[in-house]
């Protein structure tokens, strides 16, 4: 071989070591600090300009839960990312490390609801991560978090997750019954043909009162009338008064009716009179006898 075949493959394979020593350092670089994989660095800083409830929205495309508001698995993954993207922004942290949050979020909560791992494990698991992010995978990098954020993070797990992690773990681990939502009733018509009428529609008019209800068909028969003509009994006595009334006035003008009146209403009066005398009379005859006994 010669001596320029030799120089090119020795290039050739220089270039090829420096590959792999760039994807082994990726590599390492990747499991210290993990990122999460549903959303780049760039949607992250679209959802930094966002709202609280529009970032909710974003999350409810991003991770597929379309029944969040009936499916409680779903409403409590939705509070659970969507709260701590929230608390990663007000801590005004970088898009690198919003998204290992966010990695370390979902980390530990498939821990739970796919590896069914107890709380001990997971604790350790978490560490294992915190601790991969204060090394710095080169000396020209600096780490991702120095120990300030390390411990506002475990903070924030610690309210957040682990707290709770008993309840976690009889959502996602327990068989749960579906809740009923809604009920249908079908409501059976019955057809007229079906059964026989009732006796009062079954049979006519005439021959249900003559038979049913016995009264005077000529009594009865002035009542429907009266019903017909739109007068009830009480409005065609009324009505049968006035008209007698009306009799008694007739032949006398104005004057007339008023003396008429003023001598009815004398005539009361006096009467009225007499009847509050009487009493006087008989209260004063029952008072005296009371009083001379007390006077004794």
């Known amino acids: 071989m010669s001596a320029k075949a030799k120089q090119s493959n020795k290039s ?30 760039e949607q992250i800083n679209t959802l930094l300009d966002l709202t609280v409830e529009q970032v909710q929205l974003q999350f409810e495309e991003i991770l597929g839960l379309k029944n969040y508001q009936t499916c409680l698995k779903e409403a409590a993954l939705l509070d659970y990312f969507v709260s701590g993207f929230w608390w990663a922004r007000e801590m005004n942290y970088t898009c690198q490390q919003i998204s290992f949050i966010m990695a370390l979020l979902q980390v530990l909560l498939d821990n739970i609801r796919e590896k069914q791992m107890p709380f001990v494990d997971n604790l350790n698991e978490f560490a294992k991560l915190m ?42 681990n327990q068989p749960r019954e579906e809740l009923l939502l809604g009920e249908k009733r079908t409501i059976e018509v019955i057809s007229s043909a079906d059964c026989g009428a009732p006796l009062e529609e079954g049979m006519n008019t005439e021959d249900y009162l003559h038979y049913m209800t016995p009264v005077d068909q000529q009594e009865e028969g002035q009542r429907s009338s009266q019903e017909e003509d739109g007068e009830g009994p009480a409005e065609t006595g009324l ?29 009361l009066q006096a009467e009225f009179t007499e009847k509050l005398r009487v009493q006087e009379e008989t ?3 029952r008072l005296d006898p009371l009083k001379q006994s007390a006077c004794k």
């Open 131 to 172: 601790s991969g992010t204060r090394q710095s995978p080169s000396p020209e990098v600096d780490s991702l978090f120095d120990a300030e954020h390390a411990v506002c993070i475990t903070d924030y797990l610690k309210c957040s997750l682990f707290q709770n992690y008993q309840l976690y773990e009889f959502l996602f």
């Open 239 to 267: 009505q049968q008064e006035k008209e007698n009334k009306a009799t008694e006035f007739e032949g006398f003008n104005v004057q007339d009716v008023k003396d008429l009146t003023n001598e009815m209403l004398g005539d």
């Open 283 to 285: 209260f004063r005859t």
């Open 12 to 41: 050739a394979d220089k270039n090829a070591n420096d590959r792999n020593d760039a994807a082994s350092k990726d590599n390492d670089a990747e499991k210290a600090n993990p990122q999460w994989k549903l959303i780049s660095h």
